[in-house]
């Protein structure tokens, strides 16, 4: 078992910057890829940032490209998600989750672990 645990949401104001955190425990996810997803209030949840098993390959959403981050820390088994310019638009729970292997897609199902979520609101 897996565990996941989301970090570092809140309320910022719109040009603002977070930085997620996800923290895993019960095993090593050094070896898998991992991403960061979405739900805003009403709408489904949307692929937000992918990273691969060492961090060397990473793919975003169009909304999010040149003002988010992903990245991974693979000592601390941990991954991140810098924000920056946020936008009213962002506001979302965000959620991070682990794959059972090294491939990296944008494909919710294929993560198979799943933190609680993080809830960000970015105000106007």
């Known amino acids: 078992q897996v565990q996941l645990v989301e970090s570092g949401g809140g309320l910022v104001q719109a040009g603002g910057s977070l930085r997620l955190s996800c923290a895993a425990s019960?095993?090593?996810?050094?070896?898998?890829?991992m991403g960061w997803f979405r739900q805003a209030l009403g709408k489904e949840r949307e692929f937000v940032a992918v990273i691969n098993w060492n961090g060397d390959n990473t793919a975003y959403a169009d909304s999010v490209k040149g003002r988010f981050t992903i990245s991974r820390d693979n000592a601390k088994n941990t991954m991140y998600l810098h924000m920056n310019s946020l936008k009213p638009e962002d506001t979302a729970v965000y959620y991070c989750a682990a794959a059972r292997g090294a491939t990296m897609t944008i494909q919710s199902h294929w993560y198979h672990y799943w933190g609680q979520g993080t809830q960000v609101t970015v105000s106007s």
């Open positions: 019960g095993r090593t996810i050094s070896s898998v890829a």
